[in-house]
């Protein structure tokens, strides 16, 4: 990356939900691109626009740049929309893949109409705002870059003539599946959230052709998008809320590379960087001596669900019982389990009685794993990644080279469960069980992972995944890509 002539200085803005998934990719790149010296670009001032639950983290990140030569500024949104307005505390209820066989099997479709499907006076609202930290912004915004899931800010570039790209932790199909040749994206590619395989059997082409036509029909006809359709019209936002007009973007930058993704032909702005991760060193044995010394012990699997999943008792014994079936069958090849268990302490008599004191003492159970994930993640006896299948989850364990066992719970999380699997560094570990866990079927994907010969398979795969994340480029991309085009504007 080298300085560009012709801008003194730049301003870049950032636009993006406060909600993990959607906001570490643009924190990400923000903490990288404030480090950035004058042999890289000129002096850099960042913009982060987002929702409160985001301002803590911004303004740590605002706190280490300032001796520098870089800066970032907050500027609130409000109080969350999206989630909070349609889930009870915020959190996002389990769902099963969409399907026309069981009654509610259309429920996810529905419930990403209602997310979306904002209060129409917070959105008109929210985007005047927006406008407002546009025109206070001097003397000029050179690009903003915004999350997919963040219309608003889309809107408010447009109407503003803010010159925009897309950053998200999406993958590169999903921007542009319906523009394949042939119409391949409603044929070809499994529908969204259900969980059918790739390529799609021919006996489930039609209806997967059905479920994509049903996901598109209830977005446009739902009573919330069309309510808010009607405000934003009043508002005089052009266009429609979800069809924006992303193939004239300068560009549309993903979390992935193409060894991640179904084969797909790719439009010219789409950038595929890898993970959209921030380095982190080894884990520290000074820092965080007891997990050091933990993992050091043995061969460890992970087991982490994200913040926004809380396990019910059932869940736990289950996961319990797969652990104890495990042990029985792998012998005297030992393991050991680092997880991190919302509401560990409720659950303690249960796993006290389902594992034993000494199953109990080779695993490890937090309420919180304090060290970055990604530093545990990278060391050596860490050989299985247990997750919900979220972006962040699939992306660090991807470029950390560690096979997966995705147990997916709601929405995309069953498309990236499917993906994992087919592309062989992972186990779509509660398949034909959805939003559930089944001690046997769990046992048998951590059987197939500490195997010698599957499980060899797998990690060597794992392995090239992690390879082509690095030569993605990641976050140095993310960060040249913005500013080749800041320069530009």
Partial sequence: MSLHEGHSELNIVFIALSVSGQLNVHLATIEY???LGPAEAPPLHLHLLSFDPAEQRAQTLAESAK??????TFHSLGELMLFTEICDNGLIDRHCPATFVKHGGLKSYRFLAELFGFNPERYVGVYERILDIFSSIKPRIHIAAVDLTMPIGMDACMTGNVPWGILCPNSGLELSKHDQPFFRGFWKFPAPYSGIPYPVPVHL?????????A??????THPR?????????????QGKLLDKPLKDLPFMICASVKEMEYPHVAPPNVVYPGPILVPVPPLSADRYPDLARFLDRDRTIILNMGSNFWYTTEDVESIATAIVLVRARCGDKTFQVLWKL???????????RCLGQELLDTIRIEEWIEPPALAVLQHQNVVAFVNHGGANSVHEAAYAGVPQIILPQWLDLYDYAVRVEWLGHGIYANKGRPAKFHAGQLADAFVRILSDTEGRAIKER???????CRRGGGVHRVA?????TANCA
């Fill in 33 to 35: 691109m404030l480090t």
């Fill in 225 to 237: 998008i069309k309510a808010l359709e009607g405000r934003r019209s009043k508002a005089g936002i």
């Fill in 480 to 484: 040249k890509t913005l500013l080749n």
């Fill in 67 to 72: 001796s520098s030569r870089n800066s970032l």
């Fill in 205 to 213: 082409i039609p209806y997967n052709i059905s479920l994509n036509l």
């Fill in 342 to 352: 919302n509401g560990r302490k409720s659950f303690g008599p249960l796993l006290e």
């Fill in 462 to 468: 794992a392995l090239e995944v992690a390879a082509a």
């Fill in 215 to 220: 996901f598109w029909h209830i977005l446009s």
